[in-house]
């Protein structure tokens, strides 16, 4: 079991940056596939970008590519999304989401992700 908290939020002006934090307890953390999700006032939750056990393969939502880096250091049990450039529409409260897995890419299902951090809120100000 592992359980997660996210950290870093706040209000940027637009074309800023923020970076992230997930950390999350237990000892096999690498063992994890770890997701980054967002929801903005009355939409879903999306997908934004995943990350490996291992760290070697990440993937991101096409909004987010060239702007946001998901990277993570497991021997501080810790992922990161550095996220640039910031636009208005990135507004949004961030989750991060890991699921037992040690092959392939992270999954971009929120329904494939069980544990689940309390969310942290990004504020973009144009």
């Known amino acids: 079991q592992v359980q997660l908290v996210e950290s870093g939020g706040g209000l940027v002006q637009a074309g800023g940056s923020l970076r992230l934090s997930c950390a999350a307890s237990g000892r096999t953390f690498n063992i994890y596939k770890v997701g980054w999700f967002r929801q903005a006032p009355g939409k879903e939750r999306e997908f934004v970008a995943g990350?490996?056990?291992?760290?070697?393969?990440?993937n991101y939502a096409d909004s987010v590519k060239g702007r946001f880096t998901i990277s993570r250091d497991n021997a501080k049990n810790t992922v990161y999304l550095q996220m640039n450039d910031l636009k208005s529409e990135d507004t949004a409260v961030y989750y991060c989401a890991a699921e037992p897995g040690t092959w392939g890419p992270a999954p971009t299902g929120r329904l494939e992700y069980g544990y689940w951090g309390q969310g942290t809120q990004v504020t973009v100000s144009s």
């Open positions: 990350i490996s056990g291992s760290g070697r393969t990440t």
